[in-house]
Protein backbone atom coordinates (compact mmCIF):
# COMPACT_ATOMS: atom_id res chain seq x y z
CA UNK A 1 0.00 0.00 0.00
CA UNK A 2 1.11 3.48 -0.93
CA UNK A 3 0.50 6.90 0.90
CA UNK A 4 1.55 10.25 -0.04
CA UNK A 5 1.17 12.27 3.02
CA UNK A 6 1.32 16.84 2.58
CA UNK A 7 2.30 19.01 5.19
CA UNK A 8 3.19 22.33 4.97
CA UNK A 9 0.16 24.19 4.84
CA UNK A 10 -1.52 26.72 6.72
CA UNK A 11 -2.23 30.75 6.94
CA UNK A 12 -0.42 33.52 5.45
CA UNK A 13 -0.67 37.52 4.58
CA UNK A 14 -1.06 38.54 0.59
CA UNK A 15 3.17 38.22 -0.44
CA UNK A 16 4.31 35.63 2.15
CA UNK A 17 5.52 32.13 1.56
CA UNK A 18 4.80 28.71 2.54
CA UNK A 19 6.67 25.60 1.74
CA UNK A 20 4.51 22.19 1.02
CA UNK A 21 6.46 19.09 1.48
CA UNK A 22 4.93 15.88 0.13
CA UNK A 23 6.40 11.81 1.53
CA UNK A 24 5.21 8.93 -0.09
CA UNK A 25 5.81 5.65 1.76
CA UNK A 26 4.82 2.11 0.98
CA UNK A 27 6.10 -1.01 -1.07
CA UNK A 28 7.67 1.62 -3.31
CA UNK A 29 9.74 0.12 -6.49
CA UNK A 30 9.65 3.58 -8.93
CA UNK A 31 8.28 6.53 -8.43
CA UNK A 32 8.00 8.96 -11.69
CA UNK A 33 5.90 11.87 -11.72
CA UNK A 34 5.42 13.65 -9.18
CA UNK A 35 3.40 17.11 -8.76
CA UNK A 36 0.92 19.46 -6.86
CA UNK A 37 -2.52 20.30 -7.82
CA UNK A 38 -5.18 22.37 -6.06
CA UNK A 39 -8.92 22.93 -5.64
CA UNK A 40 -10.57 25.95 -4.47
CA UNK A 41 -13.90 26.15 -3.11
CA UNK A 42 -16.58 25.96 -6.03
CA UNK A 43 -13.84 25.15 -8.46
CA UNK A 44 -12.02 21.47 -9.91
CA UNK A 45 -8.68 20.17 -9.31
CA UNK A 46 -6.57 21.84 -11.42
CA UNK A 47 -3.06 21.79 -11.89
CA UNK A 48 -0.22 23.61 -9.95
CA UNK A 49 2.90 21.84 -11.42
CA UNK A 50 4.74 18.77 -12.14
CA UNK A 51 8.19 17.04 -12.15
CA UNK A 52 9.56 14.03 -13.89
CA UNK A 53 12.11 11.84 -11.94
CA UNK A 54 15.08 13.67 -13.96
CA UNK A 55 14.14 17.07 -12.56
CA UNK A 56 12.38 18.55 -14.85
CA UNK A 57 9.54 20.76 -14.39
CA UNK A 58 6.42 22.02 -15.23
CA UNK A 59 4.22 24.87 -14.24
CA UNK A 60 0.53 26.56 -14.62
CA UNK A 61 0.75 29.79 -15.85
CA UNK A 62 -0.68 31.63 -13.07
CA UNK A 63 1.97 30.31 -10.58
CA UNK A 64 5.09 30.26 -13.00
CA UNK A 65 7.77 32.72 -11.64
CA UNK A 66 6.17 32.58 -8.48
CA UNK A 67 6.04 28.71 -6.98
CA UNK A 68 9.05 26.48 -7.73
CA UNK A 69 9.01 22.36 -7.29
CA UNK A 70 11.70 20.47 -6.36
CA UNK A 71 12.32 16.73 -5.43
CA UNK A 72 14.26 14.52 -3.60
CA UNK A 73 14.23 10.84 -5.28
CA UNK A 74 16.34 9.43 -1.96
CA UNK A 75 13.91 10.22 0.26
CA UNK A 76 10.20 9.61 -1.61
CA UNK A 77 9.51 13.32 -1.48
CA UNK A 78 8.31 16.12 -3.24
CA UNK A 79 8.21 20.26 -2.00
CA UNK A 80 6.28 23.19 -3.22
CA UNK A 81 7.74 26.41 -2.83
CA UNK A 82 5.30 29.50 -2.93
CA UNK A 83 6.64 33.28 -2.96
CA UNK A 84 4.43 36.12 -3.52
CA UNK A 85 1.36 34.36 -2.45
CA UNK A 86 -2.26 35.96 -3.55
CA UNK A 87 -5.63 35.70 -2.07
CA UNK A 88 -6.08 33.99 -5.55
CA UNK A 89 -3.86 30.89 -4.19
CA UNK A 90 -6.27 29.96 -1.44
CA UNK A 91 -7.15 26.00 -2.07
CA UNK A 92 -6.47 22.94 -0.96
CA UNK A 93 -3.20 21.41 -1.94
CA UNK A 94 -3.17 17.87 -2.98
CA UNK A 95 0.20 15.60 -3.71
CA UNK A 96 -0.02 13.37 -6.96
CA UNK A 97 2.81 10.84 -8.25
CA UNK A 98 2.73 7.83 -10.58
CA UNK A 99 4.08 4.92 -8.16
CA UNK A 100 5.21 1.51 -9.06
CA UNK A 101 4.97 -0.62 -6.23
CA UNK A 102 6.22 -4.24 -5.90
CA UNK A 103 3.34 -5.77 -6.49
CA UNK A 104 1.12 -3.68 -9.55
CA UNK A 105 1.85 -1.76 -12.58
CA UNK A 106 2.43 2.08 -12.44
CA UNK A 107 -0.98 3.83 -10.38
CA UNK A 108 -1.75 7.37 -9.63
CA UNK A 109 -1.61 8.06 -5.96
CA UNK A 110 -3.17 10.80 -4.45
CA UNK A 111 -2.55 12.63 -0.36
CA UNK A 112 -5.49 13.52 1.50
CA UNK A 113 -4.79 17.55 0.60
CA UNK A 114 -3.35 20.35 3.10
CA UNK A 115 -5.22 23.61 3.42
CA UNK A 116 -3.81 26.67 2.24
CA UNK A 117 -5.14 30.60 2.87
CA UNK A 118 -4.25 33.51 1.78
CA UNK A 119 -5.67 36.33 3.53
CA UNK A 120 -4.72 39.54 5.53
Known amino acids: QVQLVESGGGLVQPGGSLRLSCAAS????????MGWYRQAPGNQRELVGT???????NYADSVKGRFTISRDNAKNTVHLQMNSLKPEDTAVYYCNAEIRTWLSRRNDYWGKGTQVAVSS
Open 51 to 57: ITSGGST
Open 26 to 33: GNILSIYD
